[in-house]
């Protein structure tokens, strides 16, 4: 089974600071999503990967395949940011994903 | 689109009584899934179904049913509730089946929470 980690678990930050939230797990994969679950329990998904990078607005998704590690990024951190961030990886040949425990993010004004 | 609908969104239950937690998408997505999100923990996934007439069983199964007889339904039912089963239930769908299922993305439902006494 894959295991997923999550760092940090919990991050305060000041409006306008450049955001960095980990993900690394164990097993080969092939597919990374990063999810955002609002205060109000509502969850989005913010980016699927299979390699390199993607980028969305001030969000930018990062993986690297053979340190088996993944990064998030905010640009610019608002308010309106503060939620948990979730990972969640699939393997070759399987139909589920496994998630980790989520990094719940606070950005002060 | 409404898009991936849960109900309830609030219910408790006495041990041992049974209950179906109902979702609906209406997207045609193939893939269906079912997870339980508990404090301190990832989302778990407990059923999942790649298209109509076909699930299986995921991380958590016990004490759960499901069934696919459409695309665009996928209830979960409770047999036997127990305060075990407390927690936030998360009903989710991707547009493809099979084992590509997962590299889509992810469009999830409100979340019904539930409480056993």
């Known amino acids: 089974k894959n295991e997923v980690e999550q760092s940090p678990q919990n991050l305060t930050a000041q409006e306008g600071e450049f955001i960095t939230i980990n993900c690394s797990y164990s097993v080969g994969i092939s597919a990374l999503h990063w999810l955002q679950q609002h205060p109000g329990g509502g969850i989005v998904s913010l980016f699927m990967l299979s390699s390199g990078k993607k980028k969305h607005g001030r969000l930018i998704a990062t993986i690297n395949i053979q340190e088996k590690h993944s990064s998030l990024h905010i640009t610019a951190s608002h308010p309106r940011d503060s939620a948990v961030y979730i990972c969640a990886v699939g393997g070759a040949g399987s139909y589920q994903l496994t998630f980790g425990k989520g990094t719940k993010l606070s950005v002060i004004p | 689109n409404a898009g991936v609908t849960q109900t309830p969104k609030f219910q408790v239950l006495k041990t041992g009584q049974s209950m179906t937690l109902q979702c609906a998408q209406d997207?045609?997505?193939?893939?269906m899934s079912w997870y339980r999100q508990d404090p301190g923990m990832g989302l778990r996934l407990i059923h999942y179904?790649?298209?109509?007439?076909?699930?299986d069983q995921g991380e958590v199964p016990n004490g759960y049913n499901v069934s696919r007889s459409t695309t665009e339904d996928f209830p979960l039912r409770l047999l036997s509730a127990a305060p075990s089963q407390t927690s936030v239930y998360f009903c989710?769908?991707?547009?493809?089946?099979?084992?590509?299922?997962?590299?889509?993305?992810?469009?999830f439902g409100p979340g019904t929470r539930l409480t056993v006494l």
């Open positions: 179904s790649v298209g109509a007439g076909i699930t």
């Open positions: 997207m045609n997505h193939e893939y």
């Open positions: 989710a769908s991707s547009p493809r089946g099979g084992l590509a299922g997962h590299y889509n993305e992810q469009f």
